[in-house]
């Protein structure tokens, strides 16, 4: 198979970068971007990396473009500090086959969600493009989302193992239920959907909470994990009705209260599918 870098970008995870970076022993080369973290990270991810570097904050979008550029390879495998590359799902994109990476441009994967340590059924299956050509994709313009596009559609290829996201971290009730993430990102999604030439509409307000959690709980399964599995359900019909309450408010041209907040602390905080909200 071709050469595969591997690139990470991370702020403050030292609970989690070991592990994310010894899940691709297998790759040629792995590449760290630190934003900026103030714990142990970059002493850890050092002990790893063929390359580590402090670059401040981009974006979502932009931090993984530049890591992507100190890249020497044209294979790149895109991983958060909270992930880690299965096994299995490792060992497979090693016997992907010279034939098999110059018919595809991107390869897509399935990604486990974890949340306070317990897997959450209703994220599953949760599919993620991480591994790219860079030559060949393009990156999505999105300003929440980190998406990469291939030279067309007929050259995306499904892979059978799974990543693994957020299994090792420490992160408890608050990080996941107090909206902190999902406040630090409303903006930006508003705006993204702004852009689209998105509105938002009666139904919109009244009925895709409701849609979105009959979604997680009863057609992904939620209900099969008691009340755990209520609780999730809860949450994505709420950073739901939030997007679009933000999305009015943009439209309407209510004006934002701005705070000061900083967004690395929460970039690769991605506790849902779909890249990062269930929304």
């Excluded at 020497?72 to 016997?95: K, M, P, Q, T, Y």
């Excluded at 999604?189 to 509105?199: F, N, S, T």
Aim: glycine share 6%.
């Amino acid at each position: 198979m071709p050469s595969v870098s591997v690139v990470i970008c991370c702020f403050n995870a030292a609970d989690m970068i070991e592990a994310a970076c010894r899940s691709v022993g297998w790759a040629d080369e792995l590449v760290v971007v630190d934003s900026g973290s103030t714990d142990a990270t970059g002493e850890i991810a050092r002990r790893f990396a063929a390359r580590y570097v402090v670059e401040p904050w981009r974006g979502y979008t932009e931090q993984k473009r530049f890591a992507v550029s100190l890249c020497r390879n044209e294979w790149i495998f895109v991983l958060d500090h909270d992930e880690e590359c299965s096994a299995e799902l490792g060992e497979e994109i090693c016997r992907l086959t010279e034939d098999q990476m110059e018919r595809y441009d991107l390869f897509l994967m399935r990604r486990r969600n974890y949340l306070m340590g317990r897997y959450v059924r209703a994220f599953s299956p949760d599919w993620q493009n991480r591994l790219m050509h860079r030559e060949r994709c393009r990156w999505a313009d999105e300003a929440v989302n980190d998406r990469r596009i291939p030279s067309h559609p007929s050259r995306v290829a499904r892979l059978r193992g799974w990543m693994l996201h957020r299994r090792f971290s420490q992160a408890g009730f608050a990080d996941f239920f107090d909206g902190r993430l999902a406040d630090s990102r409303l903006r930006l999604a508003a705006d993204e959907m702004v852009r689209r030439g998105r509105r938002c509409g009666w139904l919109d307000l009244l009925a895709r909470p409701a849609l979105t959690f009959a979604k997680f709980y009863l057609l992904k399964g939620g209900f099969l994990d008691g009340q755990f599995g209520l609780l999730i359900a809860q949450r994505a019909a709420v950073a739901v009705r939030l997007r679009y309450a933000a999305l009015w408010a943009t439209q309407e041209g209510v004006g934002w209260r701005r705070q000061d907040r900083d967004l690395r602390s929460v970039s690769s905080e991605r506790s849902a599918p779909g890249g990062a909200d269930p929304s």
